[in-house]
């Protein structure tokens, strides 16, 4: 049975989508989750796709989300998340990467020479830079309690053309970081892992397919509180050790610990 009472996490990106959706997953179990964002609301109840949306759709599941309104490009604001869970925690055991930045208008359906520079940057930024500056943070909290696991939110796009280069590009990149960061972490007990969600029902994607830019099949389309779920086995698992380092998809976790998605 998947319990995190008492665990600490913290999930980037989190204001909705996959983000939002590991929160949820997380706090299902018992998790303590800061998650972050830069969309707030002071409405009651919070307007959608908000990290105050977030903390309160995850809190009637359980465990406790605790929102920080924080921008992914300020290195500081991020190191002083990480000072304040070690403050009041004093201990860390789950970190996702999963903040990410989509360029407006959206890098697809065009060559890579017709998309403004720019999106180099926010795919490759705040997507890529953004997973390595929050792991810096985390490692050395993990690291003197010798256990903890880091996941790298990733996607296909690592392994094939989806989107853009732009966006193949910042997702291979995260799927060798987890590659890395499990070597350097081994000695320490820490270990890392990239996961891949596959026709994930985020807001983003649904706008798509009402738009008719992209199509889905509700049969086998996830919900983003799969991802979650699949976190949460993951970071319960004695064998974990035995995984880092590893490329894998919510499916194939989902396969492993025959977890249900709640759509």
């Known amino acids: 049975m998947i319990d995190l009472t008492g665990k600490v996490a913290v999930v980037t990106g989190a204001s909705k989508g996959i983000g939002k959706g590991i929160v949820e997953g997380l706090c299902e179990y018992g998790c303590t989750v800061y998650f972050t ?14 990290i105050d949306a977030t903390a309160a759709s995850a809190n009637k599941l359980g465990g406790k989300a605790i929102p920080v309104c924080l921008d992914h490009n300020d290195d500081t604001a991020v190191g002083a998340l990480f000072e304040r869970i070690d403050k009041e925690q004093g201990r860390l055991d789950i970190l996702v990467n999963n903040v990410y930045q989509i360029p407006n208008p959206p890098a697809m359906n065009k060559g890579f020479w017709e998309h403004p520079i720019s999106v180099w940057d926010d795919q490759c930024g705040v997507g890529l830079r953004g997973y390595y500056t929050a792991s810096v943070f985390a490692a050395p909290i993990m690291i003197r309690h010798q256990q903890g696991l880091i ?13 853009s280069a732009s966006y193949g590009v910042g997702k291979a990149g995260v799927d060798r970081m987890a590659q890395d960061f499990a070597i350097e972490l081994k000695p320490h007990g820490v270990s890392a892992v990239s996961l891949s969600p596959s026709k994930v029902k ?20 996830q919900s983003v509180r799969l991802s979650g779920r699949a976190v949460a086995a993951l970071a319960t698992d004695s064998a974990l050790a035995e995984l880092s380092g590893h490329i894998l998809t919510v499916t194939e976790v989902q396969n492993r610990y025959g977890l249900i998605d709640p759509d």
Request: aromatic share 6%; hydrophobic share 35%; charged share 20%.
């Open 37 to 50: 964002g830069r969309s707030t609301s002071s409405d009651l109840p919070p307007a959608p796709m908000t």
């Open 151 to 163: 996941v790298n939110i990733s996607s296909r796009g690592g392994r094939g053309y989806v989107f």
């Open 202 to 221: 985020t807001e983003f994607i649904l706008e798509m397919v009402a738009a008719g830019k992209m199509s889905l099949d509700g049969g086998d389309a």
